[in-house]
C-alpha cells in the first residue's frame, strides 16, 4: 500500500515498456512471417498454375499432332530422306521417323535403304531371323509378285526385318557393294512398284550421289521431301545446293514442301555460343524456303551408331520426332486435300 518512490516507478515503467516492445517485436515477425508463408503459398500455386497449363497445352498439341500423323493420306506415300553431305543424320532420322510413324499409325511403315553403296540402316535396325536384302528382293522373289497368290504381305515377311513395337519393317541395302550395283533406276521402281501394295508409307533412305540412277528415280517417286542437316554449315551447304538442284529439274514443289531436321551435334545445355550462333543461322538460312524447320536434340543413347532403341531415346528427341513427324504429315495432309 505504499506508493513506490521515484526509481522502483521508473524500474517498472521501463520493464513495462520493454516487455511492450517485446510484444510488438513478437506480432511484427510473426507477422512477416505470415505474409512470407503466403507469398511462398501463392509463388508454389502459380507454379503449379503454369506447370498444369504447360502439361494441358502439352496434351493439346500432342493430340493435335497424332491426329494430323494418323491422317488417311487416300493411297502409299512416298517419303525420301535425302542430304548429298554424309553424316548428315539421314539414317538416323529415316529410322526413327519410321519408328514414330508406324508407332502412332499403328503400322504400315516400312523404312528402305535404297543407298547406292554399302547403306547403315539394316545394321541400325533390330536384327530379325534372316539378313536378306533388296537385292534378294529383286533377284529371288520379285516375280512371286506377279500372281494374285504372290501379292500377299506375308511374301514380303523373309525379306524385310520386323522392327518389333516400334510397328514398321526396315528392307535393307546388300552387304555387298557389287550386288547393290545391280539396283539400277529400274529396280528402284520395282521395288518400290512392290512396296507400295502394302504399306501407307516408304521412307526412303538415300546416299551421297544425287545423280545415281536410283537416286534420280526416288526423287520421281517422292511425296515428301525430308532434308537432315547436322548443325555445321558443312552440312548445311550440301542441302541447300541440293535443293537449288531439284528445284531446277522440276521438283520445286518438293522444296518448298519439305521439312529440314536440324540434328544438334552436342548438348546445348554446354555449347558455347560460337556452335549457338552457327545453329541459329542455319534454322534461318531454312526458314521460309521449306515448310518446316525442326531441331532435333542432341540424344547420348544415338551417339555410338549402334542398333537404335526406340525405348532408350529422351523424351526431348521422341518429342522432336513426333514434332517432325507431325510437320511431314501435314505436309502430305494438305497435298491430299490439294489432290
Known amino acids: ?13 521501463a520493464a513495462y515498456d520493454r516487455e511492450r516492445g517485446e510484444e510488438e517485436r513478437r506480432r511484427i515477425e510473426q507477422e512477416d512471417a505470415a505474409r512470407h508463408e503466403a507469398a511462398v503459398t501463392r509463388e508454389r500455386q502459380d507454379q503449379q498454375t503454369r506447370r498444369e497449363a504447360r502439361r494441358r497445352e502439352e496434351e493439346k498439341t500432342q493430340r493435335e499432332q497424332r491426329r494430323t500423323i494418323q491422317t488417311n493420306f ?56 534372316h539378313s536378306r536384302t533388296v537385292v534378294d528382293l529383286l533377284e529371288q522373289a520379285a516375280d512371286d509378285f506377279s500372281s494374285p497368290e504372290g501379292s500377299r504381305l506375308g511374301t514380303l515377311d523373309p525379306l524385310v526385318r520386323n522392327q518389333g513395337d516400334a510397328h514398321f519393317d526396315v528392307l535393307a541395302s546388300d552387304e555387298d557393294a557389287i550386288r547393290q550395283d545391280s539396283v539400277d533406276g529400274d ?12 504399306y501407307r508409307l516408304v521412307l526412303v533412305d538415300t546416299g551421297n550421289n544425287r545423280r545415281a540412277e536410283h537416286c534420280l528415280a526416288a526423287v520421281d517417286a517422292t511425296d515428301q521431301l525430308v ?15 541440293m535443293m537449288k538442284a531439284l528445284a531446277a529439274a522440276g521438283h520445286a514443289d518438293l522444296v518448298s514442301n519439305a521439312v529440314v531436321l536440324i540434328h544438334d551435334l552436342e548438348a546445348i545445355g554446354n555449347a558455347d ?35 537404335i532403341d526406340y525405348a532408350t531415346l ?8 513426333r514434332e517432325a513427324a507431325a510437320a511431314l504429315a501435314a505436309s502430305l495432309r494438305r497435298s491430299t486435300l490439294e489432290g
Open 74 to 129: 487416300q493411297g502409299c506415300r512416298t517419303v525420301l530422306v535425302a542430304n548429298q553431305k554424309g553424316g548428315a543424320r539421314k539414317t538416323t532420322s529415316t529410322y526413327l521417323l519410321a519408328a514414330t510413324l508406324g508407332i502412332i499409325r499403328g503400322g504400315g511403315v516400312i523404312a528402305w535403304d535404297a543407298n547406292e553403296t554399302q547403306g547403315t540402316l539394316g545394321d541400325r535396325a533390330a536384327q530379325d531371323m
Open 187 to 198: 529396280g528402284f521402281r520395282r521395288v518400290h512398284e512392290i512396296l507400295t501394295r502394302f
Open 1 to 13: 500500500t505504499i506508493a513506490p518512490n521515484a526509481t522502483e516507478l521508473a524500474e517498472r515503467r
Open 314 to 321: 529422351a523424351e526431348p528427341t521422341r518429342r522432336a520426332y
Open 227 to 241: 532434308i537432315p542437316v547436322a548443325a555445321s554449315r558443312d552440312s548445311a551447304k550440301p542441302a541447300k545446293d
Open 273 to 307: 555460343e560460337m556452335y549457338l550462333e552457327t545453329v541459329r543461322e542455319i534454322a534461318a538460312d531454312f526458314e521460309g524456303r521449306v515448310s518446316a524447320v525442326v531441331p532435333i536434340p542432341f540424344d547420348a543413347a544415338l551417339k555410338g551408331g549402334d542398333e
